[in-house]
């Protein structure tokens, strides 16, 4: 596994908007990682917070940083979220964070 990347990136919706969300992972974002060569898979996290705020992580996996520019551009650190995202999103990290992974069971 030496060289695997996590890109984490945030965002938040409001419980109205989640399902719409989750929906433009499924039918948009999925499909366009998956045709990436290294992308190695995906989790997307899910949590209510106080009143109508839902957060979302949402973690990618990749064989290296290489394969991350594949889907980021040469910015590695700024986050890609599309107009349709951003119309169901109150907000979203601007920038991502990626780790290596140095251990998977």
Known sequence: MAGEVVRSWGGWTTVSDEAAYLEHLERDT???????????????????????????????????????????????????????????LTRYDQHVEHFEVARRD
């Open 30 to 88: 999925l499909p366009k990682l998956r045709a990436l060569s290294g992308f190695l898979g995906w989790d997307v996290l899910r949590r209510h917070e106080d009143g109508d705020a839902v957060r979302f992580v949402v973690q990618t996996r990749w064989e290296d940083m290489e394969s991350v520019r594949a889907c980021a551009g040469d910015d590695l650190d700024v986050a890609v979220v599309p107009p349709a995202a951003q119309a169901v």
